[in-house]
């Protein structure tokens, strides 16, 4: 809805306001658009849809994440995906792979390491307050896809980020698919399909978290 905002430089108060009342109409348009999405989605939600009506949905927002990892272009921002899985989380169960995927295979290492978060929303809400019924649903989305979050474990401490801030970053969010994991009993499943190569990485890259995780 809104096109990408160029910042100028310019020492010219005339061209400052006119800069101003730009960037103002530019977040007024962003969030216009962001707050329109989050309405129709909660409309979609009350209407109790079949997962085939809502195939478009989750066909838009593939399109969506596919731009945001590949184009440096990209005007989403990962707040704005994160707040979306928040409030409707089917969406982010339905697309869990596809996220496990893009993100194990960005190029830019500041895209995968953002994105860490997007998956650590669909995370928490694998294991926040589900009855029976949906536990097992839930449990049924992480075994079909657990090899693709090995991938991503493995990807991650085999090249981990150089700087400090980014390597915390991943750090933490193995913490948090370990905490899931543990939670939904799934552990000893992971380690099968935890390659050797990784496992050592793991040992080596996340040292204690690993090892208490490997001992629960």
Not at 46 to 65: P, T
Not at 70 to 89: A, G, H, N, T, W
Request: aromatic share 10%.
């Amino acid at each position: 809805a809104a096109k990408p905002f160029k910042k100028k430089k310019s020492g010219s108060s005339t061209l400052s306001k006119k800069h101003t009342a730009s960037w103002n109409r530019h977040k007024m348009v962003t969030a216009l658009a962001q707050n329109s999405t989050f309405w129709i989605l909660k409309v979609m939600d009350a209407r109790n849809f079949c997962v085939s009506e809502l195939q478009r949905v989750f066909d838009i927002f593939k399109g969506m994440m596919a731009s945001y990892f590949d184009s440096k272009k990209s005007q989403i921002k990962s707040e704005f995906l994160k707040e979306i899985f928040r409030r409707r989380p089917w969406i982010g169960h339905n697309l869990f792979s596809f996220l496990l995927e893009k993100c194990g295979t960005a190029k830019s290492q500041f895209r995968r390491v953002e994105a860490l978060d997007l998956i650590a929303e669909v995370l928490k809400s694998l294991t926040t307050n589900a009855d029976d019924s949906s536990q097992h649903s839930l449990v049924k989305i992480m075994k079909s896809n657990l090899q693709q979050l090995c991938d991503l474990i493995k990807e991650l401490v085999t090249n981990m980020p150089e700087k400090q801030s980014r390597r915390a970053d991943v750090r933490k969010f193995c913490s948090k698919v370990f905490q899931t994991l543990t939670s939904l009993n799934l552990t000893t499943s992971f380690l099968k399909a935890l390659e050797s190569d990784a496992r050592a990485a793991c040992e080596s890259q996340l040292g204690d978290v690993f090892l208490a995780f490997v001992k629960r």
